[in-house]
Every structure is written in C-alpha cells, then in structure tokens.
C-alpha cells in the first residue's frame, strides 16, 4: 500500500519555513493547449504559466535564537522519537511565541506519533488559524482524516491546500493517493498524478509506474 508515512520529513522542513474530486477538463484545440517546460501538455490542475513561490515559506517567521534553539531540541527528540520530550520543548516554545504555526505542526505530529488523535487534530488546526498558509498542516490533517476513515474531510483538506497554493506537489500527490486507493475516483487520481509530476524537476519514477497502472486500468474499463 502507498502509504503516506512523511510526518517525520514535514517536522524537519516546516519552520523553514469537502467538496467533490475535480472533472476532467474538456481539451481545447491543440493550438490552444499550454504546456509546461518540457513541451508537454499542461495539467489541466494547475494555472497557466510557471509555478508561483510557495506562499507558506515565502513568509518565513522570524525568530530569537532561543527559539531556534528550542526548536531544533524538540526536532532532534522527534528524530530520536523522544515524544515526552519533544512534547515538552515544543509546549515550551509555543507558551512563548504563540504565532509559530510550524511548532503547532510539529506538536501535532509528536501527538499522532503518541496515538492522541485528539490533540493532534487540534494542534493542526492551531497550526493553520495560526497561518493559513501552511501547506503542511493541512495536508497532515487529512492524513490523519483519511486514516481514520474520513475520506470526505481528507479530500476537503487537500483541496484546501491546492486552493492556497496549486502548485503544491505533496497535495497533488497525496490527493491522488486518496483518490486512488479510498475513493475509486481513477480519473481525478490520474490528473493529480500527472500534475505532481510536471511541479517536479525531475519525475518520480515510482509514481510513474502509478501512472502507467492507472492508464491501463481506465483503458481496460473504457474510463
């Protein structure tokens, strides 16, 4: 199963910085249609033109160094899974400086790894009133909703993010995952697919073979 286990790699990148699945476009003449860098038609998911900056690491915090300090413990307790610990530091650093949505993030993360699902939704949701920005906390969110079950809010968070920022690959990504293997929406999972594949600089030949699959699937039933 492709299982989407990255909290780890979210919690050592974040200070650095629904409805229903989207219908295939209709394809316009072929003069019209925009490509990317490389020539190849364009996502229909994604805006014309080239990526815009990530608007949640474009407006990175600024922080004392006692603050980065305290971050970077509580992520060296994550590493080593020291959740008591890491729990702490982060408490810590929150009670002093409220407005950091990534250590909000990265609490959430230190519940889910402790089996406090609870908690763990609530620090997400801290994390993005704190700013809507952050990509990663909601697409931690709906890992931690589509885990338990709720594809529909999972769906809705992911399409949250893409709102925010749709040239997020990991939202692409992982909606297509979602789509893929919990909802039966082969379609929509193929177009996210694709578009992750054109935001990267190189593709991911693992979710290439995806591609490949889910296009003899859809060819086989005619979808």
């Known amino acids: 199963m492709r299982s989407i286990n990255a909290w780890l790699l979210a919690a050592l990148l974040v200070l650095a910085a629904c409805s229903s699945g989207p ?37 990175k915090p600024s922080i004392n160094r006692q603050a980065q300090q305290l971050f970077n413990d509580a992520i060296a ?15 810590r650093l929150i009670s002093q400086y409220p407005n950091l949505s990534g250590a909000h993030l990265n609490l959430g993360l230190v519940y889910q790894a402790k089996g406090e699902l ?10 993005i009133a704190t700013n809507a920005n952050n990509l990663d906390a909601y697409n931690q969110l709906a890992i931690l909703k589509r885990e338990t079950g709720d594809f529909a809010a999972a ?3 992911y399409q949250k993010a893409l709102t925010v920022w749709p040239f997020h690959p990991a939202s692409h ?22 578009a ?15 591609i490949v699959d889910l296009e003899r699937r859809l060819g086989a039933s005619g979808g």
Do not use: C
């Open 77 to 91: 307790a994550m590493a080593k899974k020291q959740w008591p610990q890491a729990e702490n530091l982060l408490t």
């Open 196 to 210: 992750y594949q054109q935001l990267l600089p190189e593709p991911d030949k693992l979710v290439n073979g995806w």
């Open 118 to 127: 609870d908690k763990a939704e609530q620090a997400f949701n801290q994390a």
């Open 23 to 59: 219908k295939k476009a209709d394809v316009p003449d072929a003069e019209q249609v925009p490509t990317d860098a490389t020539g190849q038609p364009q996502s229909p998911l994604l805006p014309p033109g080239p990526p815009t900056p990530n608007p949640y690491l474009a407006t």
């Open 173 to 194: 990504r992982n909606l297509g995952i979602l789509y893929d293997l919990y909802m039966g929406k082969s379609e929509q999972a193929l177009q996210h697919y694709q």
């Open 155 to 157: 769906e809705g968070q």
